[in-house]
């Protein structure tokens, strides 16, 4: 870093940070910071570029003529390795909801039931197979005795890892079709890298003790896990007041709500963009430093200096229902979400949104709301009739919903971009094109910006938006790097 005179006027240097989800809002975050430090480099000239009409990203959350809230998917906040994500949180709003966290997933192919609802099990489904039928309990046992006299041996890919670690019987009923349902690809084309953290590993002596406690009546008290919701319009309600907050203490900082990127020249430092409101406002944004948070394949096309970036993602399908409260059960109340990993059913994950907080619908004694999660290729046709119609019938399958009658809203949202799919090539390839993009200037982090799920939530995006500007002006490293 270049040593500057205090008592000559600084430089200053433009920032355009592509997208305002928590990675742009982290990194804006940061640069603020850096303004404010009297000791820092350069003077910096902000400009947030925006696609839609409202900040916050796949952190976003829409409310629709009925007053229904629904967040893009899953988003909750508990506890955190990063203190500054966290005490912004704190700062922006007073009231959070305390929400038990109580999860299971849906077994009806294994334990059919006339009653539905007795067909699901606790999630992790590798830590409560016990609760399976007896002979499906002692299959998963002995593939696990098994494994537990095995050496060693490499893991290559998410199929081998699965046999490894939990034995044929689990990968049969589980593993291997809920995650072919959710990823889209085959378990043989997605790396390991994403695992820790993600899929917990079975800990065989503790949960044979748990079983011989049981038949003995040995009663444990039960370990309560509980999340934060902010009380507010949806998670999206937060990222909204984070960003106006940010804008009043920096009125310097411009937005540009509703712009499309169509080209970015990376010769020329310039970044064009469309409006989605007015067609006759294109502008044309010099920088001097890009951060992206568009996908990093976007990104290669849109500056043509990496084309053809071998990555891979899916899309989703979210197709929420505002039911009448007195069809509503008391399993409903006591949970968060379900995982369905049967192929017969649409959605790999049912979450109860209403459990969540009193704002979430338009009047929380008398309605209750579910979001349906449906994993797609970026390629399937979507046939939105016939979507919703297989989603109302599968949640009656499922014990959800007892009289489709009572459904007084739908809402119904496509995610080109879902998930960012961990294949074998995906590092390397992620190394090839940021040190292109790095060359020129160009920083891409973010869900699809970074494409690694496992750093893909929000508190890990809004630091790797602080950690890529702390690169730009003191060159430090990421933790992505």
């Not at 590092?427 to 494409?451: C, M, P, W």
Request: aromatic fraction near 10%; charge should be neutral.
């Amino acid at each position: 870093m270049e040593n500057i005179d205090k008592n000559q006027e600084k430089l200053t240097k433009r920032l355009v940070i592509i997208g305002s989800g928590p990675t742009g809002l982290g990194a804006l975050h940061r640069i603020h910071e850096i303004i404010s430090d009297a000791d820092s480099p350069y003077n910096y000239n902000v400009t947030v570029i925006e696609r839609e009409n409202v900040v916050g990203g796949l952190a976003s959350s829409v409310t629709d003529e009925m007053g229904f809230t629904w967040d893009l998917g899953v988003h909750v906040t508990g506890a955190s390795s990063y203190p500054v994500f966290m005490d912004l949180l704190n700062e922006t709003i007073s009231e959070w909801y305390t929400v038990e966290r109580k999860v299971k997933a849906f077994f009806y192919h294994i334990m059919k039931n006339e009653n539905p609802l007795k067909s699901y099990i606790r999630y992790p489904v590798q830590n409560n197979f016990m609760r399976l039928p007896e002979d499906i309990k002692m299959q998963c046992l002995d593939d696990l005795r098994k494994l537990s006299t095995e050496g060693d041996v490499p893991i290559l890919n998410f199929d081998q890892f699965t046999d490894k670690h939990f034995g044929q019987t689990l990968k049969r009923i589980f593993f291997k079709p809920y995650n072919e349902k959710v990823w889209t690809v085959r378990l043989e084309e997605l790396n390991v890298n994403w695992v820790e953290g993600r899929v917990p590993k079975i800990d065989l002596q503790e949960l044979e003790k748990e079983e011989s406690d049981r038949s003995k009546n040995i009663i444990k008290p039960k370990k309560i896990i509980t999340f934060r919701y902010p009380a507010c319009k949806g998670i999206g309600g937060l990222w909204i007041k984070i960003a106006s907050n940010m804008a009043e203490k920096n009125p310097k900082t411009n937005f540009l709500m509703n712009k499309n990127v169509s080209s970015i020249d990376p010769i020329n430092k310039i970044v064009k963009t469309t409006s989605s409101t007015s067609p006759h406002e294109d502008l044309e944004i010099k920088y001097d430093y890009l951060v992206s948070t568009m996908p990093i394949t976007t990104l290669g096309k849109l500056t043509n200096l990496c084309p053809d970036i071998n990555l891979k993602h899916s899309s989703v399908v979210l197709v929420g229902f505002g039911v009448l409260k007195n069809s509503k059960k008391k399993f409903i109340e006591k949970h968060s979400w379900l995982y369905f990993c049967d192929n017969s059913i649409i959605f790999y994950r049912l979450t109860f949104l209403s459990n969540f907080g009193l704002e979430l619908t338009p009047d929380h004694t008398k309605y209750w709301s579910v979001l349906c999660e449906i994993g797609i290729k970026p390629t399937d046709t979507i046939d939105k009739e016939s979507i919703i119609k297989k989603c109302i019938v599968d949640l009656q399958l499922c014990g959800i919903l007892k009289d489709p009658s009572k459904i007084v809203d739908t809402f119904f949202k496509v995610l080109e971009f879902g998930y960012p799919i961990p294949t074998i090539v995906r590092n390397d390839e992620l190394r090839k094109a940021k040190t292109i993009l790095e060359q020129k200037d160009i920083y891409s982090v973010g869900r699809f910006g970074s494409h690694k799920y496992e750093a893909s939530n929000q508190d890990h995006s809004f630091e790797q938006g602080r950690e890529i500007v702390q690169k730009i002006v003191y060159g430090t490293k990421t933790s992505m790097d």
